[in-house]
């Protein structure tokens, strides 16, 4: 009796020491999410203001550019231009950082998810148990659902299998399909904003060259007198390509300078696609998302759009011809 009572009481040491030291953990956890957040609200904030600027020198420039050419007009330009280009490149900055904020604060909270589990599992009773649940609710609904590796399904025919089970198998295939062809989707859309992206970036540097340059140059005013010369004045003014949303103040958010979005969807896909395509490829994909460079990360996403579509392309061929298997098989 007295061996029992005194293994109960190491018992319930044990458990009480387990959670006293999980509980701190948990706080900890929660801080640094608490941090993250506020973070990454400040470059929020500071990316929305500076992205309200850009608006505000965008429509100075389409007012400058409306005006008749002049020695002021000229020269408010090239500094309304040269004012553009560098907000656009801080706003390019600013995306980086908000995306490696974002990332930050993912990593944060699938760290106290695991810390609100594990104090969980310590043993953490009365008023406590039901704060951590109602805690780890809110930040698994914050986190969402976490990204699911696609797993390639058995491609080739068995000369055993009845119809039936082939057309288990094809049905199999035809959800991989699915799910291979989101990720084609994406890629190529993101491979597509990343190169615009790239594009305005040497846009904007190429027009601040330029203004450099025109600086220590005479002007003149453009001439009137036939339809093309009147325009000829403004060529080297040209302003900065607008944003489609973001910078521009539009909808687009973050994409507009390849921003979190894209950045997410990038670590994701090193993830999901870990059995689909070749290790080099994933790993080209990592390498140009930490790079930061549009171009590189276009690049990427080009070469892991390809490997993808091509096993696509593979699994529908297969699927045919197990599909084509069974209605043989149905014949005879």
Not at 114 to 140: F, M, N, S, T, Y
Not at 278 to 286: A, K, M, P, W, Y
Request: with cysteine; aromatic share 2%; glycine share 6%.
């Amino acid at each position: 009796m007295l061996r029992n009572l005194w293994l109960t009481c190491v018992l319930v040491l044990a458990s009480a020491s387990a959670w006293g030291q999980s509980a701190p953990e948990t706080t900890r956890a929660q801080s640094a999410v608490a941090t993250d957040e506020q973070k990454l609200a400040a470059i929020a904030a500071s990316r929305a203001k500076l992205a309200q600027r850009y608006q505000e020198q965008m429509a100075t420039l389409d007012h400058l550019k409306k005006e008749k050419a002049s020695w002021r007009r000229d020269r408010e330009l090239r500094g309304s231009l040269a004012d553009s280009a560098d907000t656009a490149n801080q706003l390019a900055t600013l995306n980086q950082q908000l995306a490696a904020a974002n990332d930050a604060l993912v990593t944060a909270r699938r760290a106290l998810v695991a810390a609100i589990d594990r104090e969980l599992k310590a043993g953490a009773a009365g008023a406590r148990a039901p704060q951590l649940a109602q805690l780890r609710a809110q930040v698994d609904a914050k986190l969402g659902p976490a990204p699911k590796k696609i797993v390639l399904p058995d491609a080739e025919i068995d000369p055993s299998a009845d119809p039936e089970d082939l057309d288990q198998q094809a049905q199999v295939i035809a959800e991989t399909e699915k799910q291979l062809a989101s990720q084609v989707a994406g890629l190529d859309e993101q491979a597509a904003e990343l190169a615009h992206v790239a594009d305005l970036r040497k846009h904007n540097e190429r027009a601040k060259d330029l203004m450099l340059a025109e600086d220590d140059q005479p002007h003149r005013n453009a001439q009137h007198s036939t339809g093309g010369s009147r325009e000829a004045g403004d060529n080297t003014l040209s302003q900065p390509a607008p944003t489609s949303g973001g910078a521009g103040g539009g909808s687009g958010g973050d994409s507009t300078f390849g921003g979190s979005s894209t950045q997410s969807f990038e670590a994701e896909a090193t993830f999901v696609l870990g059995e689909v395509i070749d290790r080099s490829t994933i790993e080209g994909l990592s390498r140009a998302q930490r790079s930061g460079d549009p171009a590189k990360r276009a690049e990427a996403a080009k070469q892991a759009r390809d490997a993808v579509a091509a096993r696509l392309d593979q699994l529908r061929k297969k699927r045919a011809q197990i599909e084509q298997r069974a209605k043989q098989l149905r014949k005879h």
